[in-house]
Structures are given as structure tokens and as C-alpha cells.
């Protein structure tokens, strides 16, 4: 079965450095997404992408974040200057359209120390 | 503001039982879906409804779009189905809005 991949699984980084979290859709996936869960917390939308632009955005996803689909099959989620705060799971998820279901991946914990 | 409501938060039942959560929204939809989130923390999606009622072996959801309101039924429940279950709206804005969760313990 087709399946959505994330990785890495657990990141630890310092606070002010760039992480880049990446996503493997599947592969005739159009729409794609990601969430957060800060530990203990609902899950939280981040932002959608649609045609190789972003088609909506929460309020969270500040000038920190940024998303890009490099070469046709990675979306990536990209933070430029850590903080503590944004120690959480992110979630990647794709769908075939947009009236389909939604697929997710495993998740990625990101640790900011 | 919580666009999404959830109840109850936490629920346990006994095995066989029938079990039914509930999920009130305020926004204007396109889609509702219900999540089931691993105690892993992996999230898979269970139904997606716009309208009327969606049926997989023994989970059942429903969507009243005028009262705004969504259900998740389990028949004959079985230990395997502790999860929490996430129910989330998805405006036409294809923004999502998700529940805090009902984390659902069933006991053999």
C-alpha cells in the first residue's frame, strides 16, 4: 500500500540552527500538509501546498517557516532559526485530491535544546 | 477560540460495547475527516464526509451539516481500538481545524 514517509524520525537540534524536515508523498498526491503536536497538545495545522505554492497557512507559520517540493517528489518543511518552542511532531500528509482522504506520515519529532 | 469541539475528552469502555463520540464545529466546511492516533503517535484517517454517514466494518460517521455536528460510532468494541480519535474540519479554504482528541481506553 502506498504510504507517506518522513524523515528522520527524531531530530535534536540547537536552538537558533535550521532544521529542514522532509516528506515523501505519494506519488500521484497533489495537496500536502503539514501539522504539528507539541507533546501533550492537539494537533496543529500548519500550512497546505497546492501547484508549487502555498494555498493556506495558519497563524503559526511565521517568516521562521517554509515549505518547497525541490524536485517533484520531497515536500520539505524548513525552520530557519530554531526555539524552544518548537519542539513538537510534525506530520506530513498528501492527497490525491481534495475531496479525498488524507494520507500521514509517521511523524517526525523535532527536540530543540 | 476552538473552532473544533470534541466530547467526551477521555472515555473507557468495556469490551463490546457500543461507543460514540462526538464532534461540533463552527466553521464553514468543505470536509470533515476522523483520525486515529496511535499511543506511537502515527495518525491514520478513518472516514472523510461531507454529508450523511460513511460506513467501515464496525465504525460508523455521521455529519449533520446544518446543526454543524459529527459522530463517531464503534460497535462491539475491542481493545484494539484504544486510540485517541481526532476529528477535523476542513474549510473550503482547505484549512484544517483540529479537535483536542477523545482518548478512548477499552477494557477486555
Known amino acids: 500500500e502506498p504510504e507517506v514517509t518522513q524523515t528522520p524520525s527524531h531530530q535534536v537540534t540547537q536552538m537558533g540552527q535550521e532544521v529542514i524536515l522532509r516528506c515523501v508523498p505519494i506519488?500521484?498526491?497533489?495537496?500536502f500538509y503539514w501539522y504539528r503536536q507539541i507533546l501533550g497538545q492537539k494537533v496543529e495545522f500548519l500550512v497546505s501546498f497546492y501547484n508549487n505554492e502555498i494555498s493556506e497557512k495558519s497563524e503559526i507559520f511565521d517568516d521562521q517557516f517554509s515549505v518547497e517540493r525541490p524536485d517533484g517528489s520531497n515536500f520539505t518543511l524548513k525552520i530557519r532559526s530554531t526555539k524552544l518552542e518548537d519542539s513538537a511532531m510534525y506530520f506530513c500528509?498528501?492527497?490525491?485530491?481534495?475531496?479525498?482522504?488524507?494520507?500521514f506520515g509517521q511523524g517526525t519529532r523535532l527536540t530543540v535544546v | 477560540k476552538n473552532e473544533v469541539e470534541q466530547s467526551p475528552q477521555n472515555l473507557t469502555a468495556q469490551e463490546g460495547e457500543f461507543i460514540t463520540i462526538n464532534c461540533s464545529y463552527s466553521?464553514?466546511?468543505?470536509?470533515l475527516h476522523w483520525l486515529q492516533q496511535h499511543p506511537g503517535g502515527g495518525i491514520v484517517s478513518l472516514f472523510m464526509?461531507?454529508?450523511g454517514k460513511k460506513k467501515h466494518g464496525r465504525l460508523i460517521a455521521t455529519i449533520n451539516i446544518q446543526e454543524k455536528h459529527s459522530s463517531l460510532h464503534i460497535t462491539a468494541s475491542h481493545p484494539r481500538d484504544s486510540a485517541v480519535y481526532i476529528c477535523?474540519?476542513?474549510?473550503?479554504?482547505?484549512?484544517?481545524?483540529f479537535g483536542t482528541g477523545t482518548s478512548l481506553t477499552v477494557i477486555p
Open positions: 506519488s500521484n498526491h497533489l495537496y
Open positions: 477535523a474540519a476542513v474549510t473550503t479554504g482547505n484549512q484544517f481545524y
Open positions: 464526509l461531507s454529508s
Open positions: 466553521v464553514g466546511i468543505s470536509a
Open positions: 500528509a498528501s492527497k490525491g485530491d481534495r475531496y479525498t482522504e488524507a494520507f
